[in-house]
């Protein structure tokens, strides 16, 4: 029987950089390892050079999705779908980066889960409420927290993204809806066009837009009200990845290293 595909999502994090690393290790000579993208008109410039550095140490390309509908921008889809955060989750994840991997995927296909140690905790979850979506995560096999990842990134001769290099946890999007209010203090300070742009966007769609709430009142607010407090530069935000919808359901304790692994992964240190 044939193998099955297997499908790294590459999300220009050093996560997910890493988790596709390994995963070529352990999976390209026996199996069709696929590495994908969503070209996201909103995460920052930097993000496209760390994506062909990474495309050089894969030795493979990465194969770039990019949304028509909303012109893979987060604005269009907040403005055309009139909310930026839902009980069940944001839209643009769903509608820039899931939508376009539902047309792209083939049944059998195994996931390249980039989570890492310090998310592990929900992986078995995720394996038993999902049986039929067959999933690796390398990292967590590995034991591999964030900042291994980072480091191994730097040892590959590669530059880290820039929003890391600011100090940011993550290379999503800038003004990334799953942000708090330290997150959002930061980015308004960091990058004040792309925060008054989020603001004039609540400024049309009203308090059903709103991210935040006051602690006390419960009330909502609006980026606009955002009052001064601490920065959080570093804030921890949820992944998005193709695959985040699933898998933020998900976490379980980290298993030891498979000793496999853990050779494949000494093999291109
Ligand atoms: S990184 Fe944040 S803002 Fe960008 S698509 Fe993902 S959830 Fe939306």
């Known amino acids: 029987m044939k193998n099955p595909r297997i499908v790294c999502q590459f999300s220009c994090g050093a996560a997910s950089a890493v988790a596709t690393k390994l995963a070529l290790a352990q999976y390209g000579e026996t199996h069709d390892v696929q590495i994908i993208n969503a070209f996201l008109a909103n995460e ?69 889960f980039g989570y890492t140690a310090e998310e592990a905790d929900r992986l078995d979850d995720f394996r038993e409420r999902n049986p039929d979506r067959p999933v690796v995560a390398p990292l967590i096999e590995m034991g591999l927290g964030k900042e291994d990842c980072k480091a191994m990134i730097l040892r590959a001769g590669i530059q880290l993204p820039e929003m890391y290099l ?44 709103y991210l935040h709430r006051n602690r006390k009142t419960n009330e909502r607010f609006s980026l606009r009200d955002l009052g001064d407090g601490p920065i959080r530069r570093n804030e921890a935000l949820p992944a998005c990845s193709f695959f985040c919808e699933i898998a933020e359901q998900v976490f379980v304790p980290s298993e030891r290293p498979q000793q496999a692994t853990q050779d494949i992964i000494a093999s291109f240190r």
């Open 44 to 112: 920052h410039k930097d993000n496209r050079r760390f994506l062909a550095d990474c495309q050089a140490w894969f030795g493979q390309e990465i194969v770039e999705l990019r949304d028509e509908k909303y012109g893979a921008d987060i604005i269009q889809v907040f403005r055309r779908e009139r909310y930026m955060k839902g009980l069940r989750g944001a839209p643009c994840t769903k509608l820039l980066k899931r939508r376009l991997l539902d047309t792209w995927k083939n049944p059998g296909d195994v996931m390249v």
């Open 166 to 209: 600011k100090g940011y946890d993550n290379a999503n999007c800038i003004g990334c809806v799953k942000g708090g209010e330290g997150y959002f203090r930061a980015i308004r300070e960091d990058f004040p066009v792309e925060f008054e742009e989020l603001c004039k966007v609540q400024d049309e769609l009203g308090p059903g837009s």
